[in-house]
């Protein structure tokens, strides 16, 4: 077969070759930093055979999808380390907190210093056996009888709860698994990881972009991890931790109490935010800061509610209207226009006007002709008291830049992200910036006209202003709102499933709208929206 490989050229192999075996001609004894291969728009495994004319791109670590087999696979070995020091527990994968993964033991069995040690050992141990990772299809019958001999409960929940023909189980030596997507072909292509302790749990680390490819930077996020554990801890009252136990709920037609139990969650935390802001007589302004999706429009709104309840008159004022001249606005390093840059807003303009008002004078706010690319005079006359907070909601909220010549006493800031909590089983998350991307696309397509593709087209752009001017910040918040809804994605399916499905494989987008559509299908959907209020942060996405 002829066959070319990106960045090194044409290459003739037999017929049945597979790619790990291609990786081994080209890359020598470095084959291991390639943990999968992209062809034709498409995301292989390393155990499948190559086919004549195959284009392929083999993914390492700093490849988004190369990342996501390392960070299965890691937590793979994870799970068969715990399964060794503690047979009678089960492993839960939580979240990411900062550049980890987050993992703890069943029956809140806390791991500590000495058992990390021997934890972190034992992996390195079975890293370095370099145990092949055979995957395998079964009926879905075939695979609840293979996950009741392994007493994985929340697997058979899971399967019993949805429609499913087949199911993939992995074989790692004695050990028996489910992952959602691809693991490397053996536990010795992730060599390089370590445990933080972390207890009760402990932070699974690996080179990655969050750390810069330096498992030494790292940065404790204590109130990141608080927003987490709090959303946990509810979740299991509501023995809602993972999508069997939804959809349980979603068959059982039991969904108008969860909705509304959700939802008045969501409204007593925001009612909580404002009477921490009333009862701080200095605050006078709150910064509302998060990153792309996350609710920041409608919490904004229902936070000025609650204030007016506490008996306060709050004026909001948005950032937008202060961006800079369009021929003033800084250049990214591609030489293109970047709005994202705080340097795109007149912070000088803008904290004189908020100055003014805190001092009693009356500002005539501007406004931005995104026609023109001008700034503009509104027209528009405010002034403000000690019962007319300001609210200021954008993602440059949290920088202390923004309001630079405020003092800190008169600030109140709000970081806001939909923090999932929900996971697909013990043993695999739900991503954060997947269950953001849904909303976005969602919300593209029945207010903006923009298809899933164009979203993915900017998506990356807007993840990178996010990790540049956004999550650098996040910890400076007064308080975090987790905007996720446990039910949401059952309701979010039915709107991008179809579109998703439209996108081809010649499209460069294919691979992750397939692997967005293996998301969704483990969610039953919910069609009666009877139920949701009319100001919940998911209306905000699905309209009414």
């Given at each position: 077969?002829?066959?070319?490989?990106?960045?090194?050229?044409?290459?003739?192999v037999?017929?049945?070759?597979?790619?790990?075996?291609?990786?081994?001609?080209?890359?020598?004894?470095?084959?291991?930093?390639?943990?999968?291969?992209?062809i034709?728009?498409?995301?292989?495994?390393?155990?499948?055979?190559?086919?004549?004319?195959?284009?392929?791109?083999?993914?390492?670590?700093?490849?988004?999808?190369?990342?996501?087999?390392?960070t299965?696979?890691i937590?793979?070995?994870?799970?068969?380390?715990?399964?060794?020091?503690?047979?009678?527990?089960?492993?839960?994968?939580?979240?990411?907190?900062?550049?980890g993964?987050?993992?703890?033991?069943?029956?809140?069995?806390?791991?500590?210093?000495?058992?990390?040690?021997?934890?972190?050992?034992?992996?390195?141990?079975?890293?370095?056996?370099?145990?092949?990772?055979?995957?395998?299809?079964?009926?879905?019958?075939e695979?609840?009888?293979?996950?009741?001999?392994?007493?994985?409960?929340?697997?058979?929940?899971?399967?019993?709860?949805?429609?499913?023909?087949?199911?993939?189980?992995?074989?790692?030596?004695?050990?028996?698994?489910?992952?959602?997507?691809?693991?490397?072909?053996?536990?010795?292509?992730?060599?390089?990881?370590?445990?933080?302790?972390?207890?009760?749990?402990v932070?699974?680390?690996?080179?990655?972009?969050?750390?810069?490819?330096?498992?030494?930077?790292?940065?404790?996020?204590?109130?990141?991890?608080?927003?987490?554990?709090?959303?946990?801890?509810?979740?299991?009252?509501?023995?809602?931790?993972?999508?069997?136990?939804?959809?349980?709920?979603?068959?059982?037609?039991?969904?108008?109490?969860?909705?509304?139990?959700?939802?008045?969650?969501?409204?007593?935390?925001?009612?909580?935010?404002?009477?921490?802001?009333?009862?701080?007589?200095?605050?006078n302004?709150?910064?509302?800061?998060?990153?792309?999706?996350?609710?920041?429009?409608?919490?904004?709104?229902?936070?000025?509610?609650?204030?007016k309840?506490?008996?306060?008159?709050?004026?909001?004022?948005?950032?937008?209207?202060?961006?800079?001249?369009?021929?003033?606005?800084?250049?990214?390093?591609?030489?293109?226009?970047?709005?994202?840059?705080?340097?795109?807003?007149?912070?000088?303009?803008?904290?004189?006007?908020?100055?003014?008002?805190?001092?009693?004078?009356?500002?005539?706010?501007?406004?931005?002709?995104?026609?023109?690319?001008?700034?503009?005079?509104?027209?528009?006359?405010?002034?403000?008291?000690?019962?007319?907070?300001?609210?200021?909601?954008?993602?440059?909220?949290?920088?202390?830049?923004?309001?630079?010549?405020i003092?800190?006493?008169?600030?109140?800031k709000?970081?806001?992200?939909?923090?999932t909590?929900?996971?697909?089983?013990?043993?695999?998350?739900?991503?954060?910036?997947?269950?953001?991307?849904?909303?976005r696309?969602?919300?593209?397509?029945?207010?903006?006209?923009n298809?899933?593709?164009?979203?993915?087209?900017?998506?990356?752009g807007?993840?990178?202003?996010?990790?540049?001017?956004?999550?650098?910040?996040?910890?400076?918040?007064?308080?975090?709102?987790?905007?996720?809804?446990?039910y949401?994605?059952?309701?979010?399916?039915?709107?991008?499933?179809?579109?998703?499905?439209?996108?081809?494989?010649?499209?460069?987008?294919?691979?992750?709208?397939?692997?967005?559509?293996?998301f969704l299908?483990?969610?039953?959907?919910?069609?009666?929206?009877?139920?949701?209020?009319p100001?919940?942060?998911?209306r905000?996405?699905?309209?009414?």
């Open positions: 077969m002829n066959l070319r490989v990106n960045g090194y050229g044409e290459i003739n037999p017929e049945g070759t597979t790619l790990l075996d291609i990786a081994k001609q080209v890359y020598k004894d470095e084959y291991l930093n390639y943990l999968g291969a992209r034709n728009n498409e995301i292989y495994p390393l155990y499948k055979e190559a086919n004549d004319g195959f284009d392929i791109q083999f993914l390492d670590n700093r490849d988004v999808d190369g990342y996501r087999i390392y299965k696979t937590s793979a070995v994870f799970i068969m380390a715990c399964k060794e020091i503690y047979p009678d527990k089960d492993t839960i994968i939580h979240h990411f907190l900062g550049p993964l987050y993992a703890e033991l069943d029956d809140k069995h806390g791991i500590s210093f000495k058992e990390k040690e021997l934890l972190e050992e034992k992996m390195n141990e079975i890293i370095k056996k370099n145990i092949m990772i055979e995957r395998s299809d079964y009926t879905k019958e695979a609840i009888e293979i996950f009741k001999e392994h007493d994985y409960t929340d697997k058979i929940r899971l399967l019993s709860s949805m429609e499913k023909d087949t199911v993939s189980i992995y074989k790692i030596g004695d050990h028996i698994d489910s992952f959602h997507g691809y693991l490397a072909p053996s536990t010795g292509f992730v060599n390089e990881f370590k445990l933080k302790y972390y207890y009760p749990g932070i699974i680390l690996f080179p990655s972009r969050k750390n810069h490819y330096n498992m030494d930077n790292f940065k404790d996020q204590k109130k990141l991890a608080k927003i987490f554990k709090e959303s946990n801890n509810w979740l299991e009252i509501l023995d809602l931790s993972n999508i069997g136990s939804l959809n349980e709920r979603v068959n059982n037609g039991e969904l108008r109490e969860l909705i509304l139990i959700s939802e008045a969650l969501h409204e007593k935390r925001i009612a909580q935010i404002a009477d921490m802001v009333c009862q701080d007589h200095d605050v302004m709150i910064l509302i800061a998060g990153p792309s999706s996350s609710g920041k429009t409608t919490f904004a709104k229902r936070l000025s509610v609650q204030l309840v506490n008996g306060k008159r709050p004026i909001s004022i948005s950032m937008d209207d202060y961006f800079v001249n369009r021929e003033d606005t800084p250049i990214n390093k591609n030489g293109e226009p970047d709005f994202e840059s705080i340097d795109a807003i007149d912070i000088k303009l803008f904290n004189r006007d908020l100055v003014k008002l805190l001092e009693g004078e009356s500002v005539q706010l501007p406004k931005f002709n995104f026609i023109t690319g001008q700034r503009e005079p509104s027209g528009k006359w405010i002034s403000v008291d000690k019962d007319h907070p300001i609210i200021i909601e954008g993602i440059h909220g949290l920088n202390p830049k923004l309001t630079i010549d003092p800190e006493k008169n600030k109140f709000v970081y806001i992200s939909a923090l909590q929900l996971n697909i089983d013990n043993h695999n998350r739900i991503s954060t910036t997947d269950t953001r991307l849904i909303r696309m969602v919300r593209d397509v029945k207010y903006r006209g298809p899933p593709t164009r979203t993915f087209e900017m998506w990356q807007v993840r990178s202003g996010e990790e540049k001017y956004i999550f650098p910040y996040q910890e400076e918040a007064d308080v975090m709102f987790n905007s996720s809804l446990v949401e994605m059952s309701v979010l399916k039915k709107y991008i499933m179809p579109l998703l499905q439209e996108i081809t494989p010649e499209s460069i987008y294919y691979s992750e709208a397939k692997k967005l559509l293996k299908k483990y969610f039953n959907p919910i069609e009666d929206e009877g139920c949701i209020p100001n919940s942060i998911l905000e996405f699905i309209g009414s």
